[in-house]
C-alpha cells in the first residue's frame, strides 16, 4: 500500500488524471431522470414536487415550524450546542472582516463612478439527511449569506424519521428564516421555479447526492449555485522537521469521508516519506472508518519524494487541491510559492479539522483541481454588485466624440445618435 515515489513528469501525469477522474461526471441514467423532474415541476408546480416526494421519501414536504426548531435545540447536546455558537462567531467575525462595502468617487469636474454592494434577495441551502447531516456545513453555507444582508434564507432537507437536531440546532444558531423538509432533485427543482409554499432562491449552495447535484448543474442559469463539488482531498507540504504523526493524521482525517477521497503527501525528506507510511496504517487500523479509509489510500493515497521546497510547490499548483497543509520549518517561506489551493494550514498546529469546523473561513471549498480558477464560498458569494455612473453635460462633452467614434467603428449608429442629439443645437434643452 502507498509506494513512495519520487516526483518525475509521468508520475504527476497520472495522479492529476486519477484525480480529475473523480470529479462527477454526468451520468446519462441520472441527468435524463434529473432533467425529467426539472420539467415537470417547471410546469406542475408543487403537485410535481409532492408526487417526487412521497415517491422518493414516503412523505409530502413539510415545513419544519420554529416550536420544532426550538426543541431541537433544547434536545442538542449541551457541549455540542456551545461549539456550535463558538463556531458561529468565528464564522462571522472571519467573513464580516471580507465583506466589501459600497464606494463612489468623483472624477472631472463632478462626475461620480461608484459601485453599490447588496445581498441578494433570497438563498437556499441544501442539506443532506440521514447519515450525511453535517451541522457544520449549515453554519457555513448560511452565515456568509447573512453577513451579506442576505433577506432570507431557506433551507431544505430530507424528510426522515427523526430529523437531525444537531443540524436544527445550526439552522437556528445560523438564523436561517425557514426550514423545509423536501429533499433531492425535486427540492432543487422547487427552489428553482418555485412551487406552492416552497420560494424560488436566487441562489442555492449546499452539498448533496449525485441527484442533487446533477440537478444544481441544470438549474444554473435559472439561479446561481455554489459549485458542483467533487471528492475531498488534502495536498500535504512536509520538510524533515514535520511529526509524521501529525501529517498521517491529517491525511487520514481526509480519507475517511469517502473512498473516493485523495490523501497526498509531497515531502523533501525520504524518510518522513517512510515514516509517514507506517504511522497510516497504524493510525488507520484504530480508527472506525478503516474499511473507507484503506480503499481510499489504495486508491488515491500518494507519498511524492522531491528534490526541494519549489518543486513542491509547483506540483502543489498542479494539482491545485481543496486543503493544503504546509508542515514545514518556515512555513511562511512556502506559502508565496503557492497560487493554487482552496484553503491553506500553515504550521503544526493547523490541521484541516480546524478548518472544518472552528477557524472561521467556509469549508465549502473548490475540488478536482477547480482552485485554479475557483475560490472558497465567502460572504461574497451572496453578493451582487451594481456599477453607478453619474456624469454631468462638461464631462460628457468632453468625451462624447470619442464615444461616437466607438460606436461608428462598430456600426452601431443609434449609440452614436444616442451621444450626437445632446450636442446638436436643437437636440439640447
Not at 13 to 19: F, K, N, R, T, Y
Not at 69 to 87: F, S
Not at 137 to 156: D, F, R, T, W, Y
Not at 210 to 237: C, H, N, Q, T, W
Amino acid at each position: 500500500m502507498l509506494e513512495i515515489k519520487k516526483v518525475t513528469k509521468e508520475t504527476v501525469a497520472q495522479v492529476l488524471e486519477d484525480m480529475r477522474s473523480r470529479a462527477a461526471n454526468a451520468n446519462e441514467k441520472i441527468d435524463k431522470i434529473v432533467a425529467s423532474v426539472l420539467a415537470d415541476v417547471q410546469v406542475r408546480g408543487y403537485e410535481a414536487v409532492k408526487e417526487y416526494s412521497l415517491r422518493f421519501d414516503g412523505t409530502e414536504p413539510y415545513e419544519i415550524t420554529k416550536e420544532q426548531l426550538e426543541k431541537a435545540a433544547e434536545e442538542c447536546p449541551r457541549d455540542l450546542y456551545r461549539a456550535m455558537e463558538q463556531a458561529a462567531k468565528n464564522i462571522w467575525d472571519y467573513q464580516s472582516r471580507l465583506l466589501p462595502k459600497s464606494s463612489s468617487w468623483t472624477i472631472g469636474t463632478g462626475s461620480v463612478l461608484g459601485q453599490v454592494v447588496r445581498g441578494l434577495t433570497r438563498v437556499g441551502i441544501y442539506v443532506p439527511g440521514g447519515s450525511a447531516a453535517y451541522p457544520s456545513s449549515v453554519l457555513m453555507n448560511a452565515i456568509p449569506a447573512k453577513v451579506a444582508g442576505v433577506e432570507e434564507i431557506i433551507m431544505v432537507t430530507p424528510p426522515t424519521a427523526n430529523l437531525n437536531n444537531a443540524v436544527m440546532a445550526a439552522a437556528q444558531i445560523a438564523g436561517v428564516d425557514r426550514v423545509i423538509a423536501v429533499g433531492g432533485s425535486q427540492a432543487v427543482a422547487a427552489l428553482t421555479y418555485g412551487a406552492g409554499f416552497i420560494p424560488k432562491v436566487d441562489k442555492l449552495v449546499g452539498p448533496g447526492n449525485a441527484f442533487v447535484a446533477a440537478a444544481k448543474r441544470m438549474a444554473y442559469g435559472k439561479l446561481d449555485i455554489d459549485m458542483v463539488a467533487g471528492p475531498s482531498e488534502v495536498l500535504v507540504i512536509a520538510d524533515e522537521t514535520a511529526n509524521p504523526e501529525y501529517v498521517a493524521a491529517d491525511m487520514l482525517s481526509q480519507a475517511e469521508h469517502d473512498a473516493m477521497a485523495s490523501s497526498v503527501l509531497v515531502t523533501t525528506s525520504f524518510d518522513l516519506a517512510e515514516k509517514v507510511r507506517e504511522a497510516l496504517i497504524r493510525q488507520a487500523n484504530a480508527l472506525s472508518r478503516n474499511e473507507i479509509i484503506f480503499k481510499s489510500l489504495n486508491d488515491y493515497g500518494q507519498l511524492f519524494v522531491c528534490e526541494s521546497m519549489e518543486e513542491a510547490a509547483d506540483l502543489a499548483n498542479e494539482i491545485a487541491p481543496e486543503h493544503l497543509e504546509i508542515m514545514t520549518a518556515r512555513p511562511d517561506a512556502v506559502l508565496p510559492m503557492i497560487k493554487n489551493a482552496g484553503a491553506v494550514f500553515m504550521g503544526k498546529n493547523s490541521p484541516e479539522p480546524l478548518g472544518d469546523y472552528m477557524a472561521g473561513p467556509s469549508h465549502v471549498l473548490p475540488t478536482s483541481g477547480t482552485a485554479r480558477f475557483f475560490s472558497p464560498l465567502s460572504v461574497d458569494s451572496f453578493l451582487k454588485k451594481m456599477s453607478i455612473i453619474n456624469y454631468n453635460e462638461q464631462d460628457l462633452s468632453d468625451i462624447h466624440e470619442d464615444i461616437i467614434r466607438f460606436a461608428n467603428a462598430e456600426y452601431l449608429t443609434a449609440h452614436a445618435n444616442s451621444i450626437k442629439v445632446r450636442f446638436a443645437d436643437d437636440g439640447k434643452e
